[in-house]
């Protein structure tokens, strides 16, 4: 299966930007559809983004859609998350996951911290 290695967290004011990437190695990474998920202190592991294995279909958590952008690169075995427009409630760490048939793997996360 795919090892999963995330970057780009950081710490940003309200209202910036940063880009986190998944990178994957291992088997195929063109067969996994990709997530990224989010855990904020004191809560629980929730859903941010999808992406299909082709990268054709992306699906975003409603506090989200419109500020955070999923894209992946299956030749750099690669996945992004562009993330517009950040707020405090976006401060978390950011996990990414990959699900195939018989394989699900997480990374071990990057910390987004955003000031008021």
């Known amino acids: 299966q795919v090892q999963l290695v995330e970057s780009g967290g950081g710490l940003v004011q309200a209202g910036g930007s940063l880009r986190l990437s998944c990178a994957a190695s291992?088997?195929?990474?063109?067969?996994?559809?990709m997530g990224w998920y989010r855990q904020a202190p004191g809560k629980e592991r929730e859903f941010v983004a999808a992406?299909?294995?082709?990268?054709?279909?992306?699906y975003y958590a409603d506090s989200v859609k419109g500020r955070f952008t999923f894209s992946r690169d299956n030749a750099k075995n690669t996945v992004y998350l562009q993330m517009n427009s950040l707020k405090p409630e976006d401060t978390a760490i950011y996990y990414c996951h990959a699900l195939a048939p018989g394989s699900e793997v997480w990374g071990q996360g990057t910390l987004v911290t955003v000031s008021e």
């Open positions: 291992g088997r195929t990474f063109s067969g996994y559809d």
């Open positions: 992406i299909s294995w082709s990268g054709g279909s992306a």
